[in-house]
């Protein structure tokens, strides 16, 4: 069941959990999926350890590889007192990547994050600052690059959930995007984790933010930044639409939505901006249509 905000669908509450105040990043299960990656990874490590401080480091990471993938740890692992471990999945997607790292941590909460991600130094001080009760948490995903691709992506916000009032004057997201969110591992048991019949890396998220929202309260924790290397191109750009547009269509048959792809102008108005914004309305269009 679902009610329309002027940003999107919501789901109606089923129960109210509380989640208990985060204390201390210690709390922290790090999950990283990877496919295909393996620099990502590298990088992505390389500057947790040299941007974190010390007692600000999460309980471990857990990076779960695809099945046809391998990932030698940078030796800068061994320098810091927590748990870095390499699981695999069966090469279904990355929900059930996802599943199998958070059913492998050990810690109270879990942030999910994607393997070509680059973390700041508040990366997980942000959530500590917004913890309020909330089962899960959306980030701030900015652009690690500055190119006019990545400068678009940032431009038009689009990995970052839409808000909405409904559940009172507190903005909260209408979903969650995995590329930087904390969930209550409690919460995550609680619906049974990411729907691993959404086999690709659109959707699944969405999906999961939706059913957390039947049970407790999303929230923001905007201070918490992760930078997204947009360094795949045009080509990587048309690439990732059409994935969207194609899990919209999934959405779209799960929930009885009205989410197909229309055109729009570009938030930041320039020739660049809106050639691109007309190539990821065919981009969604594609993946709406022939998936």
């Known amino acids: 069941m679902f009610y329309f905000s002027w940003y999107g669908f919501v789901p109606f509450k089923k129960q109210n959990m509380a989640a208990p105040i985060i204390q201390t990043t210690n709390e922290i299960s790090v999950v990283i999926p990877v496919k295909k990656n393996r620099k990502g990874i ?41 748990r870095v471990i390499v699981l695999c999945s069966n090469g279904h997607g990355p929900a059930m990547a996802r599943n199998v790292g958070w059913r492998n941590a050990r810690g109270k909460w879990i942030l ?21 009760g909330a089962i899960g948490y959306a980030g701030r995903i900015r652009a690690f690059g500055r190119d006019s691709i990545s400068m678009y992506y940032e431009s038009q916000s689009t990995l970052t959930p839409p808000a909405n009032s409904q559940l009172g004057a507190v903005l909260s997201p209408d979903y969650l995007i995995t590329a930087n969110a904390l969930i209550w591992k ?45 360094n795949d191109g045009l080509v990587g750009f048309v690439r990732r639409f059409r994935r969207y547009g194609k899990g919209n269509h999934i959405l779209a048959r799960m929930y009885n939505l009205s989410i197909k792809p229309r055109r729009f102008r570009p938030r930041r108005k320039c020739v660049t901006n809106y050639f691109l914004a007309y190539i990821q309305y065919l981009s969604m269009l594609w993946g709406w249509h022939f998936g």
């Open 112 to 132: 999910f994050t994607d393997s070509d991600c680059r973390p700041t130094t508040n990366w997980l001080k942000g959530y500590i600052q917004a913890s309020n």
């Open 186 to 230: 409690s919460a995550l048991e609680a619906i049974g984790g990411f729907n691993e019949l959404i086999k690709i890396a659109a959707g699944e998220d969405i999906d999961i933010g939706f059913r957390l929202r039947e049970i407790g309260n999303l929230s923001f924790a905007l201070d918490s930044v992760v930078l997204h290397d947009f």
């Open 42 to 82: 590298e990088n992505f490590l390389n500057d947790l350890f040299k941007t974190l401080e010390p007692e600000f480091l999460p309980l471990e990471i857990i990076i779960v590889c695809d099945k046809d993938e391998t990932v030698k740890l940078p030796s800068i692992c061994t320098r810091y007192p927590i």
